[in-house]
């Protein structure tokens, strides 16, 4: 089957008792057994439920892969992919990367004796002078959030070799309409489908999906034995986003393509961080390893003053100033004090996250519309 098919029909039939065409919510924390241990195959609801089930199955077909698994965000999933660490383990992560990743990384899983190295990613050959015989897992996300820098995911494979090292990638940017990493040699894919897999800003959910049936089995047990579920109406409303995601992925895309022509020709614009423009750093590895180009957007302002990118920030109208992205309305944020302030300023500075950033989560909007709503904010900014 090809995409857009998987997404509508991967890991769900009509439900037999009914012949309803959407998988049931089924919410129910335990499930009646003939006999001890003979029954449906499901027991505990933690363990197993079949909405979130029918999620899974789904989400392994649209990423390419044997295993999915779900749980109740998208934190919740990067913490079950670090609980497959022992102390002593060094990770290989993105000096670019989301800032809730960033705090647990370094919050949470540093005081269990476990090492994290933040470099440049974009350049995949910086990883040889990090590994070592103590190197466990390297942590990817393409594009990076919020600079959306692209990181070459078959060339960090390549680096990787025969070491016995696990090649995470967050694909919540890019989703799996635009990019499959385990096609790309990954070994683990993350999600917050919170984003564009839900993308309607009604539910947090976040997935794990893999092929080593090793690696599955791991994690398999780290989510039942720490219980960090979603529930099943939530399995219920990703479900449904994912039926129309590559339907919605293909106005982010063009939205955004617009919307970040307009942008690198405006007066008051220093830097428009897209990964469709020529001008974008690894622009080329872009075009060949996604299908377009993503619904996110960074700028930075002339003059790079706080207080100007302030003001674009609370003038615009349908861009909502709001945490998170991928929703089918247009969101506007400030990565240093909202999505990324959990990064000390002076890290936060050498990956380009400066006080005057601006991210744009670029929806399905009339794109002429979104176009006048910056045009307008940006003409009260006095540079």
């Not at 899974?56 to 390419?64: D, G, M, R, V």
């Not at 050959?125 to 600079?147: G, H």
């Not at 861009?319 to 998170?324: G, I, P, T, V």
């Amino acid at each position: 089957m090809k995409f857009a098919t998987k997404a509508i029909h991967a890991g769900q039939e009509a439900d037999p008792a009914t012949g309803a065409i959407m998988t049931p919510i089924y919410q129910t924390s335990t499930y009646v057994q003939e006999a001890p241990g003979k029954h449906k195959g499901f027991e505990y609801a933690r363990t197993q439920n079949p909405t979130r089930l029918a999620l899974e199955k789904n989400l392994a077909a649209i990423e390419s892969g044997a295993f999915g698994f779900c749980f109740g965000s998208g934190m919740a999933a990067i913490d079950a992919v670090a609980k497959l660490l022992l102390p002593g383990d060094e990770v290989i992560a993105t000096n670019d990367l989301y800032g809730g990743s960033y705090r647990i990384f370094t919050k949470i899983f540093e005081r269990y004796g476990i090492r994290f190295h933040f470099i440049d990613l974009s350049h995949a050959e910086n990883v040889t002078n990090y590994i070592n015989d103590k190197t466990r897992m390297i942590w990817a996300e393409s594009p990076t959030n919020p600079m959306l820098n692209i990181i070459d995911i078959a060339a960090i494979k390549k680096q990787i070799g025969d070491r016995n090292i696990i090649l995470a990638v967050d694909n919540t940017f890019a989703t799996p309409y635009l990019q499959r990493p385990l096609e790309l040699g990954a070994d683990i894919v993350v999600h917050s489908a919170t984003k564009y897999l839900g993308g309607h800003s009604d539910v947090v959910l976040g997935a794990v999906i893999c092929n080593d049936p090793v690696i599955a089995e791991q994690i398999k047990f780290i989510q039942n034995s720490c219980g960090a579920i979603c529930g099943p109406h939530d399995a219920f409303l990703v479900l449904r986003g994912i039926k129309t995601l590559h339907v919605r992925m293909q106005r982010h895309c063009e939205n955004a393509m617009k919307i970040a022509d307009f942008l690198s020709k405006h007066p008051k614009i220093a830097s428009v961080y897209y990964p469709g423009l020529t001008t974008h750093p690894n622009h080329e590895i872009a075009s060949r390893q996604m299908k377009m180009y993503g619904g996110m957007i960074s700028i930075t302002l002339k003059g790079d003053k706080m207080e100007d990118a302030l003001t674009v920030l609370t003038k615009t109208h349908l861009f909502s100033l709001a945490e998170s992205l991928g929703g089918v309305e247009s969101l506007i944020g400030h990565p240093a004090s909202m999505t990324h302030a959990s990064i000390p300023k002076a890290e936060r500075e050498k990956s380009g996250v400066t006080d005057s950033l601006i991210r744009l989560s670029v929806g399905i909007e009339d794109v002429d519309d979104l176009i006048h709503d910056l045009s307008s904010a940006l003409d009260v900014v006095g540079i």
